[in-house]
């Protein structure tokens, strides 16, 4: 990552006031400008055109007749047109998957490395739910009202708790940067197919003990519970379970660390004991992790 890329494009931002902080719940997206959103996702679609990739896989990628998608407001349209400017970000490929809160594309840097560009909604109010993972965190006191503040701020919680966790060894997507609402990380999978989750792989008595072995880490090396931890959001790789969706992560001193962690505990050997292993009590995992 070129932190000069970065820090010019935040410098840009500064200069240009171009309301990419505004906080008002009210504002509606269908109200905004679309004459400049139509011309800002026309520049946007030569951009994202990049280059051929001569294979498709089952994902779709953007090609030169689809247009940038509607669900981005005008200030994300412009962010993102601005980090392809600044280098950050080469090209874009397509979609990888869509949640309510956020979606993720795959993309390259201007080296070719793979990418994933994680781009939080800035129209969705389901980051409401979000309180409980940020009200009581010690390093986020000052919440500002609004959604786009709050999803700001998400995105900055999650690119701030993978690099807490990555920089310690712990085996999650490493991440790249965030601005605003877009959280760069490389890309975990090949040709723009993400891992395998443990959902949707076979799985062992080794990937229950490297998962526990995750969940100890995060808590006694990166002080760090997950607090959303499921089969849903761990890779399976070649080297071994890969934990990821670091949004709800809260530091240790959180209050309700303990009632997090139990829980992920809880999640984790549900799966295994479905899919027919034998595993440790969740009470003693907890000890061990905790003492």
């Known amino acids: 990552m070129n932190e000069d890329s970065v820090d010019e494009l935040n410098e ?21 400008d679309l004459g400049l ?18 294979r498709k896989t089952e994902k779709g990628i953007f090609d ?38 956020s979606q993720m594309y795959w993309a390259a840097d201007p080296s070719g490395q793979d990418l994933a560009v994680k781009i939080y909604l800035v129209t969705t ?3 409401k739910k979000r309180y409980p993972y940020l009200i009581g965190d010690p390093r986020f006191t000052r919440i500002k009202r609004g959604t786009r503040s709050l999803v700001e701020l998400w995105a900055k919680k999650e690119f701030r708790n993978l690099s807490k966790s990555f920089n310690v060894g712990i085996p999650c997507p490493e991440p790249v940067t965030v601005i605003k609402n877009i959280l760069v990380m490389k890309f975990v999978g090949s040709n723009g197919v993400p891992s395998p989750t443990l959902v949707e792989s ?4 080794t990937d229950y003990t490297k998962t526990i072995e995750i969940i100890s880490d995060l808590y006694q090396k990166a002080e760090l519970v997950h607090a959303d931890l499921s089969e849903y959001n761990i890779f399976k790789t070649e080297k071994g379970p890969m934990v990821f969706d670091f949004g709800s992560a809260v530091d240790i001193r959180h209050p309700k660390t303990k009632e997090f962690l139990e829980r992920d505990i809880s ?11 034998t595993v440790d009590n969740p009470i003693d995992v907890f000890e061990r992790v905790t003492k």
């Open 125 to 127: 109010s389901n980051f």
């Open 267 to 277: 999640n984790i050997t549900r799966f295994f004991v479905k899919r027919g292993l």
């Open 37 to 54: 959103q139509d011309k800002l996702a026309k520049k946007m679609n030569l951009k994202l055109v990049g280059k051929e990739r001569a």
């Open 64 to 101: 030169k007749d689809k247009v940038l998608e509607a669900v981005f407001d005008k200030s994300t349209v412009m962010l993102l047109s601005r980090m392809i400017n600044n280098g950050i970000i080469a090209y874009v490929n397509g979609t990888v998957g869509a949640g309510k809160e």
């Open 202 to 205: 076979e799985v062992d008595y």
């Open 12 to 32: 840009d931002l500064e200069e240009n006031d171009l309301d990419l902080d505004d906080e008002s719940e009210d504002s509606d997206p269908e109200e905004s």
